[in-house]
């Protein structure tokens, strides 16, 4: 992954648009310190902007512990922003100064709003309604809430409830999105549910692996995201299945990586802090810090370029233009680095042919390992 370093913001705005400034920094760091690729001014800077954020979001606390864009001017605070805060500030408690108070609150306004069946009750306004990714009912707000309570370690009591609940729907009468969130770190009896979860609704596109869902394109490509972040996460944490080692979740990081933009992050704050996070443990995991590797790029009709990778030149982006369209490329890789690379596009269309309405067409694929435009 490249240009992660520009990701990194200084918070601002209300409480929502301090959020989706602050969260992505987490990662960001979580990422960089597991892949080796850390240094001091960028953790300096990392962790400035989220001292800041920090700061400025206790602006918008109730008094009764939830979150809202704008605090007590608003009637009440909202729950999806209030477990968001909450996820966010456990874990930014590995990078700066978090009052635990200030987590408590906030779960303990989350279990006031708990229903009979184990769900949570939805409260509170949430203006950037694209925050929440595709968390969209009942069921999968309380899935995110009860997610986020075990990443801080809280008694599985809490969510309890909820298991049974949810259980009582059976399994597969649930959205596939709810499923995800659901297996992700052995929640209840759902962690015997993960093999089926990885052999439903997934597609496999150039060699890659990711789990789809219906909706516009833009909220398709967002929600599989976080979606196939989830798998991931889910695959990584917990005993081990057979037959999905880390051999099966490259094929998913592959995809994930795919969908990164020119920019370092995704479609939206949501899908680019699960897709960090769940990067990160996969990283975690599988990084070499002396691996080393060349890959070669050459065309039939002469083009040839080489990377070379290694541990000084490791936190370098690389990148050469592919001018000859249309074209068939051979990529070889040498090595024990794991390297991925990107292709990206970029169209150049003057003002008249956009008032023309002109339509371009683009496509590419694999044929083992030659690359086709």
């Known amino acids: 992954m490249q240009n992660l370093?520009?990701?990194?913001?200084?918070?601002?705005?209300?409480?929502?648009?301090?959020?989706?400034?602050?969260?992505?920094?987490?990662?960001?760091?979580?990422?960089?310190?597991?892949?080796?690729?850390?240094?001091?001014?960028?953790?300096?800077?990392?962790?400035?902007?989220?001292?800041?954020?920090?700061?400025?979001?206790?602006?918008?606390?109730?008094?009764?512990?939830?979150?809202?864009?704008?605090?007590?001017?608003?009637?009440?605070?909202?729950?999806?922003?209030?477990?968001?805060?909450?996820?966010s500030f456990g874990s930014a408690r590995q990078f700066i100064f978090i009052d635990s108070a200030h987590i408590h609150d906030a779960k303990n306004w989350l279990g006031r709003h708990?229903?009979?069946?184990?769900?949570?009750?939805?409260?509170?306004?949430?203006?950037?309604?694209?925050?929440?990714?595709?968390?969209?009912?009942?069921?999968?707000?309380?899935?995110?809430?009860?997610?986020?309570?075990?990443?801080?370690?809280?008694?599985?009591?809490?969510?309890?409830?909820?298991?049974?609940?949810?259980?009582?729907?059976?399994?597969?009468?649930l959205k596939f999105y709810t499923q995800y969130l659901l297996c992700v770190y052995k929640l209840g009896s759902f962690f015997q549910q993960?093999?089926?979860?990885?052999?439903?609704?997934?597609?496999?596109?150039?060699?890659?692996?990711?789990?789809?869902?219906?909706?516009?394109?833009?909220?398709?490509?967002?929600?599989?995201?976080?979606?196939?972040?989830?798998?991931?996460?889910?695959?990584?944490?917990?005993?081990?299945l057979p037959g999905f080692g880390l051999m099966y979740a490259s094929e998913i990081v592959q995809w994930l990586v795919r969908q990164q933009n020119s920019h370092g992050g995704f479609s939206s704050t949501q899908d680019t802090v699960m897709a960090l996070q769940a990067l990160s443990v996969y990283a975690a995991q599988t990084f070499k810090p002396n691996g080393?590797?060349?890959?070669?790029?050459?065309?039939?009709?002469?083009?040839?370029?080489?990377?070379?990778l290694d541990q000084i030149n490791r936190l370098l982006y690389q990148e050469k233009a592919l001018l000859e369209i249309p074209g068939i490329y051979s990529i070889q890789a040498q090595g024990d680095a794991l390297t991925f690379f990107v292709i990206f596009t970029k169209l150049i269309v003057s003002l008249s042919e956009m008032q023309n309405n002109i339509k371009i067409k683009y496509y590419y694929y694999c044929l083992k390992n030659s690359l086709m435009f």
């Not at 920090?54 to 001017?73: I, M, V």
């Not at 609704?201 to 989830?230: A, H, P």
């Not at 050459?298 to 083009?303: M, V």
């Open 114 to 173: 708990q229903l009979g069946n184990g769900c949570f009750q939805s409260v509170g306004k949430l203006f950037h309604s694209g925050m929440k990714g595709g968390i969209n009912d009942e069921i999968s707000l309380t899935a995110y809430i009860a997610t986020a309570l075990l990443e801080l370690e809280t008694p599985l009591n809490v969510s309890n409830q909820f298991i049974i609940y949810s259980n009582s729907r059976k399994c597969k009468s």
């Open 194 to 240: 993960k093999h089926i979860i990885f052999h439903i609704v997934k597609c496999f596109s150039d060699g890659n692996l990711f789990w789809e869902r219906s909706g516009s394109r833009e909220e398709i490509i967002s929600v599989q995201v976080e979606m196939t972040s989830y798998v991931l996460l889910s695959l990584l944490s917990g005993p081990p």
């Open 5 to 87: 370093d520009k990701l990194l913001a200084m918070p601002f705005g209300c409480g929502e648009q301090n959020m989706l400034l602050f969260a992505p920094n987490i990662y960001i760091l979580r990422y960089l310190e597991a892949t080796g690729q850390i240094t001091e001014q960028i953790k300096a800077k990392a962790i400035r902007f989220m001292e800041t954020g920090y700061q400025r979001e206790l602006n918008y606390k109730h008094t009764d512990g939830s979150y809202s864009a704008f605090g007590d001017s608003d009637t009440s605070g909202n729950t999806w922003l209030t477990a968001f805060v909450m996820k």
């Open 292 to 308: 080393s590797g060349t890959v070669t790029i050459s065309s039939a009709q002469g083009f040839q370029t080489q990377f070379h």
